[in-house]
């Protein structure tokens, strides 16, 4: 018990999988049927664009997909490169400065990754060197390279995205495939991509209509919490809790980690998980997990950061729509859903609702898309907030009716419209430090003493950190290795995810 | 007959030329269908050259049969010109099914519905802007409110999930995307383009790849087009669905 107290305790922790150790990859990353299709997809040759919403899976599946691959699967007739484009510089660069950061980057990134293979890999300032390169290498491994692309799209960022696809366009060829991860809201592809000719959309979206939505999420639960088992349950088994809540979070990963240590942390060792303990967890997640995700969205948002209140107000509008029938989704009249079009993005990205439907006919006239809503966020708003085993039965069922909301009603009369600012900063940058204090929007924070030690030393904002050198980082007392990448870990997740 | 060649046929009756192609079509969809799903765990490269081919040869059929239930007349005027005792084995129908023209159109149409322009310059390609507004869109709304009016609790294949989750005015240009991409790799394949190894681009989540898109294209644009009103053949909406499901799995 305490070694599977131990692993728990250890995997619970990595919560997104560029965090991950590549030893303990294949361990607690579980992969369905579904899963593995896309896997192959973005193995196979031709341009993909992986879409899902914040902690779908996205990066577990590029990482997946590049070690199935050379150099990390020697045997293999592709070389896959997974290439994380998380470099701030590169949030500020638009057009040919874009392309040079872009390039030297990425160029960079290759030579890393090709460091213990016969290969090597020139340096790449423009995308005509970077293609040269690329082609090469291919040529003299006698093999086809996929360039796997990890957050090339940015929630707060617009303007280098067209720069972006117009490079991903241009590598495309007979022996380069690009593959790349954006959210569902990416609309912003530039004047020479066309998203339908210049690439397939594949989607991470899982929902409980899927087929092997229960089992994946039942072999997470098993090999990340080996703490939790039937005996420590009542009222329902291992397998229906693990559905439960993964239907729950929407079928998001990052979700379902945060519930299964919720779980986890506030059961004794005596105790066991019924319905009480169980809504009490959801009310939990919906407190300090998804309100708070708003909040830690909002400075990463750059000109849309007014769409976070709006966003906020619309999502107070839908779970109290839905209380009343216990209703886990919602139809919305086109005309509204395209009229608060970041407002409905931001509450995707973040978690509070899934996309389900794209055109359904409404009873009241008209059509628009029908929504999966959040089960923490729900139980807030039913009257008692309890979860009894009605409800849960309800819910895992899928029996409720969607609620409507028309045009024509007056829900969202109240809710002005957001105008983006006029050449908003990306506000994370210039907030202080203590900003990444460890809470629970931070599980990989810094304490106190990390914080006061880096003010000493002059680095005062999330900027300044995330421009600091390892060298510089290294030479404050008491930083070696394992805390130069908590730094390094906790900017990322502040500025990207 | 399979439940794909059902699905892009559909439930043909009466001895007629459209009725007799469509049959044809189905018994050639069904072995190729058969032969590109068999369960080959690593490709040897004899199968390596011949999947172009058979995801070549199932775009084509496919294509075909549903213009021809679509638009009879172009299947028709084919049947006859064969039917005239020609040799027609030496040289080109110059009235043949085009790749460019019948399933894909020139470039996009801009003003639709002006009254000034005259039959002959409104495209009738199977995936051109003419048929995506007057044939794709509605079908595709009945199917969505089909499965609206079915109730929520069923467990949906993948495919048929993507397709709820799909914007009516976004199919077509979905679909044109992965035509042209799907036609256009497994040409390269027919034609040997290709300079280096067979296996370097023909690996096998490539060829995985091209089959399921291939499979997902046909199926797909069959069983929305079953849900138009127009089409000939048409299979009850149910009958449809079901098909298109037994193709998930």
New interface residues.
Partial sequence: MTTDLQRTDEVSLILAAEECPPDQFDAIHKFSQ?DK?II??L????PVLLQGGRGSGKSALLIAASREMAPHNSPS??IGLYVSLRYVPLLQATGSDYEKLFCQWVGQRIQRALANTPHDFPDSHDVRQLKNGLSEL??EA???VVLLFDDAAHIGRETSLGSFFDIFRTLSS??ISCKAAIYPGVTEFGTRF?V??DA??V?V?R?P???GFSELFYDIMQSRYPVLTDKKITGFDLRKLAQFLGTTVLGNMRGFIFACNDLVEHTESNQTIGYTALGESLLRLAADYYWPLLEEVKPKLGRYVPAVEVAQDIAEVIFSSCAPTSAQ?ISIHRTLVARYAKPFEILEYAGFIA???????LRSGG?GPRFAVNLCNLLERIPGSRLTARLFDEWL??????VELHERGDHFSAIDVPQPLEGGDLEILHKPVETLRKSKAYPYGLTELKIALLNDAGIRTIGDLDAASDETLRKIDGVGNVFLDRFRSVVAQAIWM | MSNLSELVCGNVKGSGNLARSLRHFAQTLTLLERHLRRGVPKRRPLERLVCPFLVRGIIEVACTSLIGRRDPFRILTLAEIQSQGHDLSSGRVAAAIQWTGDVLAGARVRNLWDSTKNAGDMTRALLGDYQDHIFWQPAF?RL??HL?SSG???????WT??L?????Q?LV??L???A??TYS?AS?GVHHE?V??M???Y?D??L???T??ALWLVATMAVVANFDESIAFALTPSRSMKCYEELQR
């Fill in positions: 579904h299709r192959r997809k193995i196979a040759h031709g007739d592709v291919s040529m006698d093999k086809r007979e022996a066309d339908y000719n397939s959309v989607d979206v929902s209509e899927q087929a989704s996309r389900r439907e794209a055109s359904r006919s059509r069922s899928r029996s409720s009716q969607p | 709304l969505s409110d609206a929520g609790t069923l467990t949906y294949g993948d999930r993507r709820l989750n799909t914007d009516p976004g240009p979905q044109r995307g992965i042209s991409e790799a390269k290709f280096l190894s296996a370097a681009y690996d989540a490539t995985e790849k091209l399921e898109d």
